[in-house]
């Protein structure tokens, strides 16, 4: 499940974050699967002590009509796809086959892995152990109950998720918020190390803690406290409910979250779940009584209803006999555990629809999905149902997406998903956006396109094309099986507790999906469609801004073109074309002029380096902890400060518009299907004094990363589609930057904190806006993505040496030669003087939010100072935890962020953001000043010190491959960066020294409460 925010810090190099990505492959699961409508994290509500959540209902904008009449949508046909296999538009779809409709092969369970020890108590906890080594000095450990707001009982809704809460709060040993300082002072950050869920079905608490006997001891017992002896002090719930309810705030009052909150009213109505959403309504939130809360927990909190699993290399520790010290005494309630809420899966074959219109959205959007229970088999069975799925609604999508890629299509954005709304039920479907002028042409053509694969069924070379993708994924899964992490194998368990999933090995899930794979033909697909088809219905979301209610689709419509299918006039879709086996001819090899290995005290930081003549630079380091994966970042100076001011607004859509409109002679859809064997995602980014590429997949497909990066450098494609697409995508925040509030904060402390410097901005006014145009595209990345420019380029992961050097010579040892760019002028405006504060109206829900951001110049980036600004990253966060969030109860999450940049010149940014009430920003934002005040003149604690030194010392030696390849590169092209003082002495963590006196300077030094800028965002 995702984590939602909480109280977050991080200070790391401001490198190419939010880059433009684009991965290769077709649209589905085996691209980074969309979820739509936000619904993962607003499916559930995941905590650090708080938690993420889902909307309550609209008011706005929902028709209520369910008229249907075929006749009526037959009269409202509209183009199809170009096609010249005309077909009679009378051919029905053959009989559907019985469920599954798979085809003929034995079901059976898959084995375990035999790695695991399971088991049950004597109380009947069930236990998972396992020991695992990745991460190196780590442990999971989960605690599952089996509720959720499905089981509440009462008249109260939010109460799973608010119980939730309240174990942060108190426990008999760790009264009000002594755990997370407990945990802390082992290095357990919150956040970070501490978090839950709650969902309709489960609660799951999840700690990470370090791989030493005390740390996972304490563990297993806040695990046990958790269970069976949460206090609920009343003063607590009082305090926690400003916390829940800005957490509602945040994941309901905006446009997704009220879109949301209408369409699983839809989904849900007449089930169990129907009003049970995780996160509850206001009034509940603001009422649930201390005794409701208690009595859920009580009812549910108990062994036999709950589950404790720990992951990680604990070799040698008697994990098992502290679990049963901890938990054996634990006894179940004389009475039977109450029985949950009757959550059956039903087939639901009745078409539904909502509609909603609202004053903040941006675009027309279209989702047509079918809810479909999970298969009554087995798991061989369940895991080929689910890859049947995967390619069917991947075929779909990528034949709508082929549409828009080359502009025969009303609509742009096409997204495969899967909704896994509930334990038992998948929401497979297709979501495509639009002008809202377009959506109703756009809604026939999603329609249109499940009916043609019901008529026609699939062709052989787009079910080729599926599969390779597929395995393609699969492939790289199994590669990287020898780091799977602990957190993967912890989830796993949680699953066969809840519900009864699997937990094989990887090579075993590997052999499977691999059998099924071979089991797929066109006609195997077209069985298994033709038996959704027939046993479920299009459930359809249409959304779009309040002002576009008359040309939106209403709910008879759309209800009328579903009743209308069968008198469709289609035609059936034909043969994709062949396409070569690769981008590009490998070029010529040419020998390195020098091949050096630099040694490392972190072997993590261990590289080779490779120059070649042209001028271009070549890094390769391993990552012990990454099996079969790759990443790739190269960096050159110069970004959009060497740009012309002219272009300078086509520079805020280059990469997007590149990396989306495809290569050379091929558009992006037919690079998608050249590569579709690859598991490589792309992308690129323009900051003001440096540009930015970067690929990362699977180690096996290295050659096809370095085509890409080659090919983009030498044969990039402008394609004016793209840039429409990208451009339609904006249209709306620019005409109105108030319906988005994050980005309107986020321009708003640009603007006060650069003045109007276009590179800077993140919205561009509308005259900057109509400016841009493919021309100016092209020179923007002729001039900035040039083949002959002294790029850097990092390449890290599970790498062959051998390989990577080989691959540098043919794809990057034959570019043009290098011809540097001038010094890069300094654009970039002086920080203002004093506090330059603005109010931003923007958005309609009940939220408001703090923005402050301090900068200040540094000589030059140092070990010590990261090390620095780590610890006060974390210290203000703690801060703002303890004071802001739970002593005031005014805000769900904090976030703190230290970056280190380049502006010419090396700077320090410190942003701190916090939500709140409307009626409260003024109350949060003096709470945050004073925390910040006192930290600058009494600086910490020792005791909060110690706490934030063993959490950022615990960080430091789990860095991520990402972290370390920002670090690589940085050394290389910022010259004021010094890689060697920050690794050889960056561990132990305590060598650095750092105490209160350090943290004072700091805090006085670049969080300079004299001089900032401060945003407040309220609704307009």
Not at 10 to 17: D, F, P, T, V
Not at 140 to 169: K, P
Not at 316 to 325: I, K, Q, R, S
Not at 596 to 624: C, F, Q
């Amino acid at each position: 499940m995702p984590y939602w925010g909480s109280a977050s810090s991080e200070s790391r190099l401001g490198l190419y974050s939010d880059a433009m990505a684009f991965q290769h492959g077709l649209i589905g699961p085996y691209r980074r699967v969309v979820v739509a409508l936000s619904l993962v994290g607003l499916i559930v509500t995941a905590c650090s002590g708080a938690g993420g959540s889902e909307p309550s209902s609209p008011t706005t904008g929902v028709d209520d009509e369910r008229s249907v009449t075929a006749a009526t949508a037959a009269s409202s046909a509209t183009t199809a796809p170009p096609s010249t296999v005309p077909v009679t538009s009378t051919v029905p779809p053959p009989p559907a086959p019985d469920l599954p409709g798979l085809p003929e092969f034995t079901d059976a369970p898959m084995r375990p892995d035999p790695e695991w020890i399971t088991g049950q108590l004597n109380n009947g906890l069930h236990y998972y152990l396992r020991q695992n080594d990745s991460p190196v000095g780590r442990t999971s450990l989960r605690l599952a109950i089996r509720a959720g707001s499905v089981d509440e009982f009462g008249s109260s809704t939010g109460v799973a998720h608010f119980v939730e809460h309240m174990l942060f709060n108190g426990t008999e040993r760790f009264p009000k918020n002594d755990l997370v300082s407990a945990l802390r002072s082992f290095g357990i950050g919150f956040g970070a190390d501490i978090n839950a869920y709650t969902s309709f079905d489960e609660t799951v608490y999840r700690l990470e803690v370090p791989t030493d006997p005390e740390s996972i001891k304490l563990g297993i017992e806040v695990l046990a406290e958790w269970l069976d002896r949460g206090t609920f002090d009343q003063d607590q719930v009082e305090a926690e409910r400003g916390v829940i309810l800005d957490e509602w705030r945040v994941h309901t009052q905006d446009a997704d979250g009220r879109l949301f909150g209408k369409a699983i009213d839809m989904l849900f109505e007449g089930t169990a779940y129907a009003g049970r959403r995780p996160i509850g309504d206001d009034t509940s939130i603001s009422n649930v009584t201390r005794d409701e809360l208690f009595e859920f927990y009580k009812a549910y909190y108990r062994p036999d209803n709950a589950a404790v699993i720990i992951v990680g290399d604990y070799v040698d520790m008697p994990v098992g006999t502290w679990l049963d010290e901890h938990f054996g005494g634990i006894t179940n309630p004389a009475e039977p555990l109450r029985p949950g809420a009757d959550t059956t899966p039903q087939t639901d074959t009745t078409p539904d629809v909502v509609r909603h219109l609202d004053p903040d959205s941006e675009t027309g959007d279209i989702e047509v999905m079918f809810p479909f229970p999970t298969t009554d088999g087995k798991d061989r069975a369940n895991l080929t149902a689910e890859i049947f799925d995967d390619l069917i609604f991947d075929i779909i999508a990528d034949r709508l997406d082929r549409d828009s890629v080359v502009g025969d299509a009303a609509f742009y954005d096409v997204d495969y998903f899967q909704n896994w709304f509930v334990d038992r039920v998948r929401g497979y479907g297709v979501s495509v956006s639009a002008k809202p002028a377009d959506t109703d042409s756009a809604l026939v053509a999603v329609l249109d396109e499940f009916e043609r694969a019901a008529r026609f069924g699939f062709d052989p070379s787009e079910v080729d094309v599926a599969v390779q993708v597929a395995r393609a994924w699969w492939d790289a899964y199994l590669s990287e099986a020898a780091s799977k992490r602990d957190e993967d194998f912890a989830s796993d368990a949680v699953a066969n507790f809840l519900i009864g999933d699997p937990y094989p090995t990887v090579e075993i899930e590997y052999q499977v999906a691999t059998a099924a794979l071979d089991q797929v033909t066109a006609e195997a697909l077209n069985q298994r469609f033709w038996a959704r088809w027939a046993n479920s219905a299009p459930h359809i979301i249409i959304s779009g801004p309040e002002s576009a209610g008359d040309v939106l689709p209403t709910t008879e419509r759309a209800l009328n073109l579903v009743a209308g299918l069968r008198a469709r006039d289609l035609v059936a879709r034909e043969p994709l074309a062949d396409l070569p086996d690769a981008l590009m001819e490998p070029p010529a090899p040419v020998e390195a002029s020098t091949d050096v290995d630099i040694s490392s005290y972190d072997s993590r930081y261990a590289r080779r380096v490779w120059t070649y003549p042209n001028g271009i630079t070549l890094i390769a380091a391993e990552h012990y902890d990454d099996a079969g994966a790759l990443h790739i970042l190269a960096g050159s100076p110069g970004g959009s400060s060497l740009v012309a001011d002219a272009d300078l607004p086509a520079a805020h859509f280059v990469a997007d518009v590149v990396t989306k409109g495809g290569i050379g002679e091929f558009n992006r859809s037919e690079v998608d299907r050249i590569l579709a064997g690859a598991d490589i995602t792309t992308g690129a980014r323009l900051e003001p004094y440096y540009e930015y590429l970067w690929a990362e997949g699977a180690m096996a497909d290295a050659e096809a990363a370095f085509q890409l990066l080659n090919r983009y450098l030498t044969e990039p494609r402008f394609d004016q589609v793209a840039l429409d697409r990208v451009l339609q995508d904006e249209e709306s925040i620019v005409a109105d930057p108030t319906i988005e509030p994050g980005r309107a904060a986020e321009d708003a402390l640009a603007d006060l904190r650069y003045g109007d410097d276009i590179r800077h901005t993140k919205i561009l006014t509308p005259d900057e806006f109509n400016t841009v145009d493919l021309d100016g595209i092209e020179r923007v990345w002729r001039e900035r993505f040039r083949p002959d420019d002294d790029w850097v380029i990092v390449v890290h992961g599970d790498v062959d040496m051998e390989v990577i050097g080989e691959l540098g010579k043919r794809y990057l040892g034959s570019l043009p030669s290098a011809h540097p760019d001038p010094a890069s002028p300094n654009v970039t405006a002086e920080p203002p003087e004093g506090v330059a504060a603005a109010i931003v109206k923007a958005g309609t829900g009940d939220t408001a939010s703090i923005s402050l951001t301090f900068t200040s110049p540094i000589d030059d980036v140092t070990g010590k100072l990261r090390a620095t600004a780590d610890v006060v990253s974390d210290l203000v966060s703690d801060r703002l935890v303890s004071v802001v969030r739970e002593e005031f109860g005014a805000t769900y999450s904090p976030t703190v962020e230290v970056t280190f940049g380049v502006d010419p010149t090396p700077v320090i940014t410190t942003t701190i953001v916090v939500t709140a009430a409307p009626d409260r920003v003024t109350d949060v934002a003096d709470a945050v000043i004073a925390q910040i005040t006192e930290l600058a003149t009494a600086g910490p604690s020792p005791e909060e010190l110690s706490r934030s030194l063993a959490v950022v010392g615990q960080r430091y030696g789990w860095k991520g491959v990402d972290e370390i390849v920002h670090d690589i590169l940085a050394d290389s092209i910022w010259p004021t960066m010094d890689l060697d003082d920050y690794v050889l002495t960056n561990r132990p963590f305590e060598a650095w020294g750092i105490g209160a006196e350090e943290v004072q300077r700091f805090v006085t030094d670049h969080v300079d409460l004299a001089n900032y800028v401060r945003v407040d965002q309220v609704p307009r």
